[in-house]
């Protein structure tokens, strides 16, 4: 069975659902492919992978999705920014410090482009990263406020690497979902694998 999600989505969402089910099939081989959201849909299209793991909205008619967790976006920063994290701040103040966030291509870059649209505010990021390790250690170090997915981040707010800043605006969940290709038929393989993810 080939699965294809970005590394975070591999390494935090899949990997534990993959460990279990490996106890349970120990005959079944899972193979992961790493990409973004648009790189995923290609791979799905292509015939490269079975399921696809990507962030929702998608609308490619011949993809079939289920829908498979919410998560939730926030900005974080590290010690030297952690004043921040004691006040509710608007999107335009936040713009008066670097921001750190993925590249113009993914799909989180997207959502954060839409919410500062919301008002009427062109963000143009200080510094694009490819992964949310490297994108986490920017904003442990001291680069700036960074733009991350809250499950990601969870154990260095928790050890106080890193601190939450709040805004003045409701930053809508996201939604991850697991995309087939339409016309394709799953093996029983892959058939089990995805009972596994949704059961």
Request: charged share 20%; proline share 3%.
């Amino acid at each position: 069975v080939t699965v294809g999600g970005s590394d975070s989505t591999c390494k935090h969402f899949l990997l534990p659902y993959v460990q279990t089910f490996q106890e349970f099939y120990p005959d079944i081989q899972i193979k992961l492919q790493h990409g973004s959201t648009p790189q995923i849909l290609e791979k799905l299209t292509n015939g490269q992978i079975d399921i696809g793991i990507v962030h929702l909205p998608v609308s490619q008619s011949n993809v079939s999705i289920t829908e498979f967790l919410d998560v939730h976006s926030t900005f974080v920063v590290g010690k030297k920014f952690q004043h921040l994290s004691k006040e509710k701040l608007s999107l335009s103040a936040i713009q008066e410090y670097p921001l750190i966030s993925f590249s113009e291509a993914s799909s989180s870059r997207k959502f954060l482009n839409q919410l500062f649209l919301k008002q009427q505010i062109d963000v143009k990021p200080d510094m694009e990263v490819g992964s949310v390790e490297l994108l986490i250690e920017c904003a442990k170090i001291g680069m700036g406020i960074a733009f991350v997915t809250k499950e990601l981040v969870l154990k260095e707010l928790a050890d106080k690497e890193l601190f939450e800043v709040s805004i003045d605006e409701v930053i809508e969940k996201r939604q991850v979902g697991l995309a087939m290709k339409k016309e394709a038929s799953l093996s029983l393989a892959a058939k089990t694998f995805l009972h596994h993810l949704l059961t």
